[in-house]
Each structure stands twice: as C-alpha cells, then as structure tokens.
C-alpha cells in the first residue's frame, strides 16, 4: 500500500489539544518539515459527521486521527471498507488503543516514527452497528465515565469532587439483571454492577492496566463484575496494575465469536471507547477478524510517555 499522502482530522475538543496548544497550523508545519504531503482539517464550526465524510473521500491514503480513543473509532467507522488505513496521533486523555500498538505518544517521536509505520489488520468488534476497537462497558462505568467528561479542564476542587462523587457512585450501585446468548446458544441470566465487551482480551502483567498485546485474534471477551464496593473496586484496579486479577472473585471472564445481551429495559447506556451512548436492546455483538488497517511500528515497543508533548513550530 503506497502511504504517500495524508489527511489528518483534528479533534480540538481532545484531552491533550487545547492543553498542549496544538493547532491546525503547527500540524502542517511539522508535516511540511518532514516532507510529508497532508491536508490538515481542524474546522472547529464543521460537524463531526461531515468532516469524516470528507475525510474518506479524499484521495489521501491514510487518514489521520488526531485525537483520543473516541476520534479513532468515529474514524475507523467511516473508511471501514474503503481501502483507505488509519493512523492514530495520540492527543486523547488515555490514548488506549494508541499504547497497545506502541505508537509513541510524544509528537517529536511520532513524526520521527510514521515513516516507518505499516498497516497491521485488527479485528472491528460491533455493537448494533456501532463499531468499536477497544471496549463496550454497561452499568456503572458509563456514569463515572460521563462525569470525567464535565470536569475536563476544571481545577483541584474540580477534581476531588469527582473522587467523591466515584466513591459515592459505586458505593451505591445495584446490581441489575441481564440476559447473556452466546454463539452456542447459551442464556444465562447475570446479576452484575457492570459489564464490558473487549475487543480480544487484556494482558495479565505488572503495570500493565487495560492493555492487550493481540488485536487480531477475532474473538470477543466478556469481562462481568458480580459484586462491586469501593474497597472491591480499588482492590480489582490494583490487581490490574500488578497483574494479578484474573482471579479477583467479583470477575467472570468469558471468551466468545458473538454474544446477544438482553435487559427488560428498552434502551441501555453504554459507553463505547470512552464515548457515552444510549443504544436499543437487545444488544448485539460481533466481532470482524482483521477488518482495519491501521498504522503501526513494526517492532511493537511499549509507548512508556503518559502525555503526549507538542511544541509550536515558530
């Protein structure tokens, strides 16, 4: 695949962009310094939808997502298909998919990277035609995930308030009953706080907190928590960090091609790539092998950086 000609879309609402001062501007000048051709699109007036579409319909081989984990997968949704493969610039606030790829999350190193980089199929999972790359999550989450999003930018009290707030959630949380089909035709009614579809599966081992070394497996991982308290979820996420987990007694891990979940409400949230959405029931899901390309270094190092840095160009 000739990798010739770039066309980059710029999320300005993204974790890092008005944080790191990064601009439509200072993009192309780095591109024009590394002597690549890219149309750079940072149209703050223009609708998300619209600016995709014509992303995709540009004559650029890669389209840039330049952004988090939610501008990757509103990308990825629209060029599934196409021909065309995506690159991911990391400017989001966790920039998941980003570190299981191993593209540096430093700007200076990912211009230095790009290059290099080759598309590597991996696997699209699908949720009533809502595709997502990373993971699906019902319950408790998607509200913890929401109220992040209204503190984004705030300050310290901001912040502590929210701490409270994740304390109270889970505190409070019930556990809510849903039906779960697999491909085998297996229903089993599950009385759980949460609930996450992966993508393939995350890697059990120290310092490693929702990672996943394979993206191409073409199977689904089902991740049902059954008991949840704030001591409960701390516990669960040191687990993660010192990879140790697996075994926490409030998780059932089970693997599957395609699974159905049932709820007696007509409408559930869930929260796709770190995006809130409010989706029918059922909800279907299924899994494509190896129907994305997107860009990747081809020795896959861990992108160790926890903030991607960016540094005008004068």
């Known amino acids: ?35 690549l051709d890219a149309t750079i699109d940072g149209d703050l007036e223009g609708r998300v939808e619209d600016r995709i579409a014509r992303a995709a319909a540009s004559d650029a081989e890669v389209i840039v997502a330049a952004g988090g984990d939610g501008t990757v997968t509103s990308v990825a949704e629209r060029i599934l298909g196409t021909g065309k493969a995506i ?28 290059p290099g980089m080759t598309p590597k199929s991996i696997d699209v999972a699908d949720v009533n035609g809502r595709i997502f790359l990373h ?43 849903l039906e779960v089909i697999t491909e085998t035709g297996e229903k089993r009614i599950e009385r759980v706080h949460a609930i996450g579809v992966a993508s393939n599966a995350y890697d059990e081992a120290f310092g490693h907190f929702m990672t996943r070394q394979r993206l191409d497996t073409g199977l689904m991982t ?74 990747a270094p081809p020795a896959r190092e861990a992108a160790t950086d926890t903030e991607p840095k960016f540094a005008i160009a004068p």
């Open 87 to 114: 690159a991911i610039l990391p400017l989001g606030t966790l920039n998941l998919l980003a570190k299981d790829l191993g593209v540096p999350l430093d700007i200076d190193a990912w211009f230095a990277a790009l």
């Open 222 to 295: 089902l991740y049902k928590v059954s008991r949840s308290s704030p001591l409960g979820f701390l516990r669960l996420a040191a687990g993660m960090l010192a990879g140790r987990w697996r075994d926490d007694p409030s998780l059932h891990i089970q693997p599957a091609h395609s699974v159905t979940i049932r709820s007696r409400k007509p409408r559930l949230q869930v929260m796709i790539d770190g995006e809130i959405e409010s989706l029918e029931t059922p909800l279907h899901f299924t899994i494509k092998h190896k129907a994305l390309p997107i860009l």
């Open 135 to 177: 993971k699906a999550v019902i319950g408790v989450l998607p509200d913890i995930a929401a109220a992040r999003e209204r503190i984004r930018g705030a300050g310290l009290l901001a912040k502590l308030r929210y701490l409270l707030y994740v304390f109270r959630r889970v505190a409070r949380s019930r556990r809510f009953a």
């Open 1 to 35: 695949m000739s990798l010739d000609r770039y066309h980059v879309l710029l999320n300005s609402r993204s974790g890092a962009v008005r944080a790191l001062g990064v601009t439509p501007e200072g993009l192309a000048a780095r591109f024009e310094r590394h002597g």
